[in-house]
């Protein structure tokens, strides 16, 4: 018998809560992070633990809406056997629901107790910014205004993976909320909204049916793929305004590099649709790994 035709088996319990974690879409939290982190070496005042407890932070705050997504959507009957994307555990039986959201509870509990030292660190602005990303990593797709299904999930993902993961990470560092941190997350912000425009362009119909008024619903598929590329050009012409602004010196050609990858992509999102976005809605979180990496580099490069 070759080890090709070995059967694996059925996945272990520990694999399937990995997948019902997506360590696919955990860049959208480290790259904020990142990148916050970056300004706040520009700026002189990096401090290390705080940039480990706010990427740990991100990080379960992160698991924590995928488990409430897996487990809600679930329930809202939006994950049915016409779900062109890739199988979720709880629709598959393979988890139930009860058990995933015991599960968001643990790792918004998690995220509460690393969090703690940069609500202290930061004062009351943290706090507020603490209790509002734990709220909404569940009100995503739950309570009863979802706002996943009312149209909201570009603001709440440029909100969170971008102001407060850049601005906010550097603010917690350097305790200065400045120009230059605001302006960084605009890009970073854009990709991240991109994984979801994606996202809801591939569930356009689906969505639809079970009444999710994503954007996309809304808008429709022509406008939603311009919606995209509107992303894919903030991000590339953030950092010449950087530079024209002197935020950055010539260190931001670095982040040219990544001009290839928005090809691509505007290519992607200009011919596929179905499942086939997919493939394109992974290249978008690798994309904005890449990007998050480039800026960083020219972030602290320059400085």
């Known amino acids: 018998m070759t080890p090709d035709a070995i059967d694996p088996g059925p996945p272990t319990r520990r694999q399937l809560w990995t997948l019902a974690a997506r360590p696919k879409t955990l860049p959208a939290a480290l790259t904020p992070v990142m990148t916050g982190t970056a300004v706040a070496f520009h700026e002189g005042g990096v401090h290390w633990l705080s940039a480990a407890l706010a990427l740990i932070t991100a990080l379960l705050l992160q698991i924590a809406a995928n488990f409430a997504n897996d487990a809600l959507d679930f329930k809202r009957g939006v994950d049915t056997a016409e779900r062109v994307g890739p199988a979720r555990i709880t ?10 959201l015991r599960a968001t509870a643990i790792a918004l509990l998690l995220a509460t107790a690393s969090g703690l030292s940069l609500a202290i660190r930061g004062g009351w602005p943290m706090f507020v910014i603490g209790i509002a990303a ?38 917690v560092q350097t305790l200065d909320l400045t120009g230059l941190a605001l302006a960084a997350s605009l890009p970073i912000g854009a990709l991240a909204v991109g994984i979801l425009v994606v996202n809801n362009l591939r569930d356009l ?25 509107a992303l894919l050009l903030i991000a590339v012409v953030t950092p010449a305004i950087l530079w024209y602004v002197d935020w950055l010196d010539w260190w931001w050609l670095v982040t040219l590099v990544w001009l290839p990858v928005a090809g691509k992509l ?13 493939a394109t809605l992974a290249d978008t979180g690798k994309g904005l790994l890449l990007y998050g990496i480039l800026l960083s580099c020219a972030l602290v490069l320059s400085g």
């Open 91 to 100: 629709s598959s039986g393979l988890i139930s629901a009860d058990a995933m």
């Open 205 to 229: 119909r689906t969505d639809a049916q079970a009444g999710k008024r994503t954007i996309a619903v809304r808008i429709g598929e022509r406008p939603t793929r311009l919606e995209y590329k």
């Open 266 to 278: 505007w290519r992607e999102v200009t011919v596929r649709s179905g499942k086939h976005l997919n």
């Open 134 to 171: 734990i709220v909404c990593a569940v009100a995503y797709t739950g309570g009863p205004f979802p706002l996943g299904y009312l149209g909201l999930g570009e603001i709440f993902v440029f909100v969170f993976f971008g102001l407060v993961g850049v601005a906010g990470t550097a603010y």
